[in-house]
């Protein structure tokens, strides 16, 4: 059980979740965004950082209840391969976007997979380390972006214990990330 703080959007409560309620006031804030533009809702969920009106996303990391390990994630695209042929590729990542939560549930939320890249190539995890976060953030090869991969998950936020918010981006939409490779299905799978 916990508390979090909230001026105007946000209220002081009793929580008996703190991951899903984080993960609410991301929703919210980002909700707030998109329907409004900028305003001050992210940079209240960011403790007043003043941030430039063109972030549209609190991406985060979860952690599991079982282990306290970072949950990955993971998707299954199908793009284009040669002249008429297709390919099915995986991706894998600990990094989140909260889409919605579920209509009949408050811990019950669709994510998208944010692929970590750097200088406009996708990060390739150290497959000895693929089950922490550091392997997707490489000193050798410093994430410069996040590309926003159109993969869903729905995840049950109970089912974690701990979560962690990087700083407000906006991501790459894979539609220009992949100009010339658009993946077209997009596969969302249940967690």
Known sequence: MGYYRN??????????????DTVQNIVKAQKKVQEEGWNYSIR????????????STIPFILYTKE??????????????????DTFFGCIETPVLRAKH???DSNCCVKVE??????????IQPYPKD???????????EPVTD?????LCLTLDLKKFLGITC?????????????AEERPHNHHHMEY
Do not use: W
């Open 113 to 122: 997979l944010l692929l970590p890249i750097s200088n406009g190539q996708e």
């Open 166 to 178: 990087l700083d407000a981006i906006t991501p790459i939409p894979h539609d220009e990330f992949f």
């Open 7 to 20: 001026s105007d959007m946000f209220q002081f409560k009793e929580s008996k979740d703190c991951v899903c």
């Open 44 to 55: 209240q969920l960011k403790k007043g950082d003043g941030m430039d009106p063109q972030y």
């Open 130 to 140: 693929k089950h922490r976060v550091s392997a997707y953030f490489p000193e050798d």
């Open 146 to 150: 996040f590309l926003a991969t159109g």
């Open 101 to 103: 939560f579920s209509l």
């Open 67 to 84: 282990d306290g390990s970072p949950f990955i994630g993971s998707g299954i695209f199908q793009a284009p391969y040669h002249r008429n």
